[in-house]
């Protein structure tokens, strides 16, 4: 078995991908570089990104899927699950093997993971719509941290850029060390590096944060606390739609 590695991007993949016919190959496994670990008799490859390749591809795709099931599998890779790219060749070679729409052919076990997997992914999506808290900066930009399971922050831009239009504001993946960035015109890509002993989480002792920033805190958290109707409270369905591991990104389960 012989591994090929691409570089973690999409169009990385969609070109491994292209490969794969060109070559005829059915023994290769994709893999991403960053994340692979060499195996001591292993046979490994690095794959150049050819954009050309790609979109070769993805046209292809084009013609025999819907936009709704080309965001399934774009959302698989979104995923950043270990391996997963073996189940998304399965689901593209079922594609252009069969002549017919199989978007509903759940018997097959490729189109049924995909389906399954990029539910997830959208579910977490819309958590992280819904549990976005913004941060005032001294600079006049909105900011928030997130830490989700998977890669959403591609699939979110779109929201934050039609629900804050009038308003700069920066979005950071802080286990993926990347943000989406909104200058009134258009959504980039950014990196950010922080020093060592900078608390990225809100702090009132730090020089970033505008001076209304606390107050607008504390006054959130004050309507949250007496709009609480203390009788009707229930634990366990609030877990069940804001889990616990989201409570620190909020700002009126974090202050007193």
Not at 8 to 15: E, I, M, R, T
Not at 21 to 45: A, C, M, P, S
Not at 124 to 146: C, G, P, W
Not at 237 to 248: D, I, S, T, V
Request: glycine share 4%.
């Amino acid at each position: 078995m012989t591994t090929w590695l691409y570089d973690g991007s999409f169009d990385g993949f969609l070109s491994a991908v292209f490969d794969l016919y060109w070559q005829k190959k059915t023994d290769v496994v994709i893999r991403k570089e960053q994340d692979h670990v060499k195996g001591l008799f292993e046979n490994v490859i690095f794959m150049p990104t050819i954009t050309a390749n790609a979109d070769r591809v993805w046209a292809g795709l084009t013609k025999k899927l819907t936009e709704a099931v080309l965001q399934q599998l774009f959302c698989c890779y979104l995923s950043e699950l270990p391996g997963e790219e073996d189940n998304m060749v399965g689901f593209i070679r079922h594609v252009f093997a069969s002549e017919q729409d199989v978007s509903g052919d759940f018997g097959n076990k490729y189109v049924l993971h995909v389906t399954q997997l990029s539910r997830k992914v959208h579910r977490e999506k819309h958590r992280m719509e819904a549990f976005v808290r913004f941060q005032l900066t001294k600079d006049n930009i909105y900011y928030s941290l997130v830490s989700p399971d998977y890669n959403v922050l591609p699939l979110i831009a779109r929201h934050f850029k039609e629900r804050y239009a009038d308003q700069y504001w920066i979005i950071y993946d802080e286990r993926r060390r990347f943000g989406i960035y909104y200058n009134l015109d258009k959504v980039e890509t950014i990196r950010l590096q922080f020093n060592a002993d900078y608390d990225p989480h809100y702090h009132t002792t730090g020089n970033v944060w505008a001076p209304e920033e606390e107050l607008y805190q504390r006054l959130w958290n004050t309507y949250f606390k007496e709009a609480n109707i203390v009788s009707r409270r229930n634990p366990r369905l609030q877990l069940q739609h804001m889990p616990r591991r989201y409570w620190k990104y909020l700002t009126e389960m974090r202050l007193g």
